[in-house]
């Protein structure tokens, strides 16, 4: 699935407060139609798009849209020897699409394929994430030893999709996360990086799935994401940084996990995100008047979803 599809943008206007639903099912359905110089660009993120349009397609009421025993071939193509899954077949293994994969398994009801045709079944992805775990908790990506909290959330929401949270060590993974926490509250890529709402999202999305999010500081964790509303009712991502569309989902769910959610305006930020819309091709971009992209066509949709915007179906903040 490519993340460019056509010459669309996002040409939404300050008046446009219709979600156009059946535009977008149609800009995702086409994404794995056009091979475009963008499609071959972004093959590194082929499963990842995957997930994003078929969990775009979910929100929008329409999940049989792209075809099921197709998208399990695909994504069991991926499936290295070592029980992990690339971003295309024949890349090596990673974290962040072997999370993806779970995900797309777990929504179209089709894990079982993995003992049936896979590369060895659920546990044989399970050992793959839990020997990139470190000593000190955290994870890695892959054998080469990078470690980010995004790691550590994917191996957690992962595992506990496939109820093997036994094969790592909850409370190192964390303590980790503890460290990464800053003064003002929020959490960086590691211990002592800059605060970073996409960061903030993994940390609180690992520790809920941990059951300690008693750990947060809620109160002055959800002042530092209220700050990230900006005057034209977007969310961006660090101060001082332009709004970008799909900060609707890392900062809203982050402040959905800790109850915090109505300490923004969310009729101004569903306003930002409907203008980053493409009403006549379909798709959603960063912002206003820019490409469109599967990317920001999932995190938006999956921003309004929390806003409980009506026509699309509920999602799950964590």
């Given at each position: 699935m490519a993340l460019v599809s056509g010459p669309g943008r996002a040409g939404g206007t300050l008046t446009d407060s219709d979600l156009h639903t059946s535009k977008h099912v149609t800009y995702i359905k086409n994404l794995d139609t056009v091979h475009e110089l963008e499609y071959w660009l972004t093959e590194h993120l082929r499963l990842n798009g995957v997930y994003w349009g078929l969990t775009a397609l979910y929100i929008l009421g329409h999940p049989d849209t792209l075809p099921r025993d197709q998208t399990i071939d695909f994504v069991l193509s991926c499936q290295s020897d070592n029980g992990g899954f690339g971003a295309a077949p024949g890349h090596d293994s990673h974290m962040l699409y072997t999370v993806s994969a779970v995900q797309i398994l777990?929504?179209?009801?089709?894990?079982?394929?993995?003992?049936k045709r896979g590369r060895g079944g659920k546990e044989k992805v399970g050992s793959f994430i839990a020997n990139l775990q470190n000593a000190d908790g955290s994870f890695m990506g892959d054998q080469w030893g990078e470690t980010d909290?995004?790691?550590?959330?994917?191996?957690?929401n992962a595992l506990s999709l496939l109820r093997l949270m036994d094969l790592v060590d909850v409370p190192k993974a964390v303590s980790h996360i503890q460290s990464c926490e800053n003064l003002d509250g929020a959490y960086g890529i590691r211990p002592g990086a800059e605060s970073h709402a996409g960061q903030v999202f993994t940390c609180v999305g690992a520790l809920a799935i941990a059951g300690r999010l008693d750990l947060v500081n809620k109160d002055r964790l959800g002042a530092w994401l209220s700050?990230?509303?900006?005057?034209?009712?977007?969310?961006?991502?660090?101060?001082?940084?332009?709004?970008?569309?799909?900060?609707?989902?890392?900062?809203?769910?982050?402040?959905a996990m800790i109850d915090?959610?109505?300490?923004?305006?969310?009729?101004?930020?569903?306003?930002?995100?409907?203008?980053?819309?493409?009403?006549?091709?379909?798709g959603f971009a960063d912002r206003p008047g820019n490409m469109v992209d599967v990317?920001?066509?999932?995190?938006?949709?999956?921003?309004?979803?929390?806003?409980?915007?009506?026509?699309?179906e509920e999602i799950d903040a964590v």
């Open positions: 777990i929504t179209i009801d089709a894990v079982d394929e993995l003992d909290t995004r790691f550590l959330y994917g191996a957690l700050e990230r509303q900006i005057e034209s009712g977007g969310f961006n991502g660090r101060p001082e940084k332009l709004a970008d569309a799909c900060y609707s989902w890392w900062v809203g769910s982050s402040l915090r959610l109505h300490w923004i305006d969310g009729e101004k930020l569903a306003a930002f995100v409907l203008q980053c819309q493409d009403p006549d091709a379909g990317y920001h066509t999932h995190f938006s949709l999956a921003g309004l979803s929390l806003l409980k915007f009506d026509g699309l």
